[in-house]
Structure formats: structure tokens, C-alpha cells
């Protein structure tokens, strides 16, 4: 009786579970973008849409799901949050937000009182990946995914899954953007959105997708110059964070042209110094595979690997001197010598004028060349037939 007496008592005294927001009763956010425009912070949220989650198994609804979006604006990114919050009508939660969008005037004005700001605010996790455009933010948030999928399956918002099918300048977290841009020796690469609206149709009707178009340029803190993603065709060939890039090189064959594409793969790239004469200089060695994935040979053509690994030193040595004509290192050497030879680089940043890359201390090799008519036949060309000249 004792013990039932105390267990009631407990019982009365006890308050339970006050104060709590259920989960459908709360906006979840789930990209964040923000821009600078006559001298004030613009912010828009985009908020989940719960409508087309479980209503299948293919985990999508018959009809798009609205896009939600609010908008505030403040001389401070807090005024133009607070704005936001009293126009909003639930409990604002940042806990799936995955998507951090820049506009260039922010990017070139704003983005280190931005970087503090988020940096300072506790409600917001830094994890989310992060991006520069030069559209109107809201027209980003607002462009559409194929089947009626939520927004939240775009590739801006699952970048690593489609990096593996055609590689294109790595993402990056705004971790790692607040990182980089406090460290003085780091040229950033921040992928740039944009809006692409003849890529994809539903029936006749032309369906506006987001796509990755280059890269904004960024460095002592200053951003330099927007690439576009031929500029940056030879770092996204061999940077290591690629998976899989493709080229297109002619061949003869008799009066006609033929066209061969080659599936890159997998590249390894080591950054080296070399000194001569104590003049130092700049050196790339790159591994990578390659497979023959479209061609009417059945054979692999040495002189085919030849013409490959000239065309891969072409376009790494000409987004080198396309960087370096801005003062930008965008395959890291500053950043490696602070690093790893601190005494050459104090020595080089006193003299205000380092090291350069030539185009013969490219070094590239083909580890491997197949082609995909013999990997699925189990067959190995033999070495002595060639393609005809």
C-alpha cells in the first residue's frame, strides 16, 4: 500500500510534456539563399512541403508540390530574419536545412559580414552545401525536378550522387566556405547555379531546372571573377574529388571524321616542386583510367592514349593560366608550400612573386586504357593492331 501511495503521489506531482511543438506544426526550412540589393540584405527561405512525402512508394505525388518561400529584408541579416519571422505563421526550425545560395552582390560586398553572421547564429547548422548565382534567388528555389520529385532531390541538394555520373566543380559545405575563406593562403571555388530552361520538357511544355555552371573565384577574401565551366575544364578533368569526366577526340577513317569519346575516371593529382639551379618551380603529376566508351574500333590505338593525355595537359595548363591572370592558385600550390615549406613560401610571399607552372612540368598518365566493346566481350586487343592512320 506503501509503495502504491508513493507512485500516486509522484504521479499528481509530475507535469508531463508542456511546451511542445509537434513536428507538423512547426516550417521547416530547407534552403536558405541571400543576396545584397540597394544597400539591404535580401533573405528568402524555402520551406519543405510535407504534401508529396509517403503518398507513394516511389516516395513522389501525382502533382508538384507547392514551393514555399519567404522573403525579408533588413539593413542586418538578423532584421531581415526577424522580418521573415513575423510574416511566417508556425514555429521556424533550421534543423533540414541543406541549401545556402549567395547572390553575386553579396559575393562581392557582403560576404564576410554574411559569413559572421551565420557563423554566430545557434539555430543554424553550418553542413548545408553552398552556392553562388547570378539569378534572382527565389527563381532558383522555384525551378522544378522531373516526376513531380520534392525540391529536396535536386542535385544542389544531393550534389555527391550526381558528381559520380558527370563531374563537375566539387560542392562545398559552409563549413568549409568559412574555413577557406580565413585561410589566407586558399583559392575558393564556389559552384555557381543557373537556371537552364530548354534542358528538359514535360510533353511540349519546357520545365526550368537548376544546373551547375562553373564557379565564382575567391581569394584573400576578395571574389576575383566568375568561371564558367569550360574555364574550368581541366581542373574538373583531374581535380580528386572527380569521379568520372568524358572527351571527345577525332580520328580519321578514310574520307570521313570519326569521333571517339573516352571515359575518364577516378584522377589522381599530385602537386610537386621542382628546383633547378635554385629557381623553383611548379609541377602536376596526374594519374587517371580511362575506357573507350563510344567508337566504331574495336582496338586501342596507343597512339589514341598519346593524343589523350596532350589534350588533358592542354586543358589543365590553360585553366592554370586562366586562374593565374586573376592572381588566383586554383590548384593549390600557395596553399600546399604554407603548409608543407613554410620557409620557400615566407621567402616567395616577402618577395611578393612565386613560383610558376610551365606547361612541360604537366605531367599526365593513362594508367589504363580499355575499350568497352572488349571489357564486355572479357577480350584483350592484341598489342600489334592498331587503329588505320
Known sequence: MRILFLISCTMLILTGCV????????????????????????????FADFSNVAKTQQGKNDRPAPVWLATGTGKSIEEAFTKVNQGIQLPVNFDQLRVFLFGKSLLENKLETTLQALDSNYKIRLTGWTYGTEE?????????IPFNYAFTSTRINKPEYLQQQDSTVPSIT??????????????ILLPNISIKKDAIKSDTKKVPVSTFN???????????????ENDLKGYIRVNNKTFRSYMTISKSKGDNEEYIVIELLKPKLKRRFTNKQNDMSYRL??????????????????????????KIKDEVYETYK???????DIYQFEDYMYRFMYNDWKKYHDEKKFPTLKKEDIHVNITSLKSINNIHSGSTPPSNKLLPE
Not at 511546451?19 to 527561405?45: F, P, R, S, T
Not at 527565389?138 to 525551378?143: C, S, V
Not at 586562366?322 to 588566383?328: L, P, R, V
Open 19 to 46: 511546451k511542445i511543438n509537434e513536428i507538423q506544426y512547426q516550417a521547416y526550412v530547407v534552403g536558405l539563399g541571400i543576396d545584397y540589393l540597394d544597400n539591404e540584405y535580401h533573405v528568402h527561405l524555402q
Open 136 to 144: 534572382k534567388l527565389e527563381d532558383i528555389f522555384t525551378t522544378k
Open 174 to 187: 559552409l563549413q568549409e566556405l568559412i574555413y577557406q575563406y580565413n585561410e589566407k593562403t586558399k583559392t
Open 214 to 228: 562553373g564557379a565564382f573565384i575567391i581569394k584573400d577574401k576578395k571574389l576575383k571573377d566568375l568561371f564558367s
Open 285 to 310: 603529376d596526374i594519374k587517371i583510367t580511362g575506357i573507350i566508351s563510344e567508337s566504331s574500333y574495336g582496338m586501342v590505338d596507343p597512339k589514341i592514349k598519346k593524343r589523350i593525355e596532350e
Open 322 to 328: 586562366k586562374s593565374h591572370g586573376i592572381n588566383g
